[in-house]
C-alpha cells in the first residue's frame, strides 16, 4: 500500500460545481497535511494546511479524519482558474521528509 | 522575496555529460529538498538536508550528489547524465520544525533533457 494515496481523475466538472477530493495516508503517527496546487509546468504552492479541526478559506475546505486516516478538500463554486492538480502531503511528527501523493487532476469546464 | 530560485530554467545534455543545478533560499529556512517528477510518478524525493551540513538520501538518490554550500544554497550534481535522468527538477525548502504545519517552498523547477 502506498503511504499517501489521491484517485489522480482526472475529475471533470462544470463551472459553479462542487468537487471534493479524498487523500488517503498508511502510518498513524502521521501529523502535518497539507494540499497543495500544481498547475501546469509550474511548481507545487501551498494552497493550504490541514488542521484537525478542519479549516476554511474561502471556497476551499480541508478535513482531517484521523481515525479512517485520510484527509479531504472540497471546493465549492468551481471556477475555471481552479483546473490543476491538486497533491495531497503528509508529514509523520519530528520527520524533515514530507510524503506527497501522486496528485488529483481536476478540470473546469464552461 | 524571490523564495527559492533555481538555474538553469532548461538545459540539454548529452549522455555522460555533467552538470551542477542550482538552488538558492532567502528566507531563512533550515531544511532544503531536491525532487524529480517524471509524468506519472508523482514527486520523488533525490537528497534532503534538514540543516546546514547535513545531507540524507532521499527514495531515488543514484547518480546524483549534493552539496549544502550554505545555510542559503543546495546544488545538485549529476556526474554523468542518463536518458533515466530526464525529468523536471524542484528544489524546496521549509523552516526546521517538529510540530506544526509549516509548509514547503518550491523553487520554478529545471527542466532537464537527457540525449
Known amino acids: 500500500r502506498k503511504e499517501v494515496e489521491q484517485d489522480p481523475g482526472p475529475f471533470n466538472v462544470p463551472e459553479g460545481a462542487t468537487v471534493a477530493f479524498n487523500c488517503t495516508y498508511s502510518?498513524?503517527?502521521?501529523?502535518?497535511f497539507f494540499w497543495y496546487r500544481q498547475d501546469c509546468r509550474k511548481e507545487p504552492k501551498l494552497l493550504m494546511s490541514?488542521?484537525?479541526s478542519g479549516n476554511e478559506d474561502g471556497r476551499f475546505t480541508a478535513q482531517l479524519n484521523r481515525a479512517s486516516q485520510y484527509i479531504s478538500l472540497l471546493i465549492r463554486d468551481s471556477k475555471l482558474s481552479d483546473s490543476a492538480t491538486y497533491l495531497c502531503?503528509?508529514?509523520?511528527?519530528?520527520?524533515?521528509?514530507?510524503?506527497f501523493g501522486r496528485g488529483t487532476s481536476l478540470i473546469v469546464h464552461p | 522575496n524571490a523564495g527559492v530560485t533555481q538555474t538553469p530554467k532548461f538545459q540539454v545534455l548529452k549522455t555522460g555529460q555533467s552538470m551542477t543545478l542550482q538552488c538558492a533560499q532567502d528566507?531563512?529556512?533550515?531544511?532544503m529538498y531536491w525532487y524529480r517528477q517524471d509524468p506519472g510518478m508523482g514527486l520523488r524525493l533525490i537528497y534532503y538536508?534538514?540543516?546546514?551540513?547535513?545531507?540524507d538520501k532521499g527514495e531515488v538518490p543514484n547518480g546524483y550528489n549534493v552539496s549544502r554550500l550554505n545555510k542559503r544554497e543546495f546544488s545538485l550534481r549529476l556526474e554523468s547524465a542518463a536518458p533515466s535522468q530526464t525529468s523536471v527538477y524542484f528544489c524546496?525548502?521549509?523552516?526546521?520544525?517538529?510540530?506544526?504545519?509549516?509548509?514547503?517552498?518550491f523553487g520554478s523547477g529545471t527542466r532537464l533533457t537527457v540525449v
Open positions: 528566507m531563512n529556512h533550515n531544511s
Open positions: 502531503v503528509v508529514k509523520i511528527g519530528g520527520s524533515y521528509i514530507p510524503t
Open positions: 524546496a525548502s521549509s523552516e526546521r520544525e517538529s510540530y506544526g504545519a509549516h509548509g514547503y517552498t
Open positions: 502510518n498513524s503517527a502521521s501529523q502535518s
Open positions: 538536508s534538514a540543516s546546514e551540513g547535513t545531507t
Open positions: 490541514v488542521y484537525s
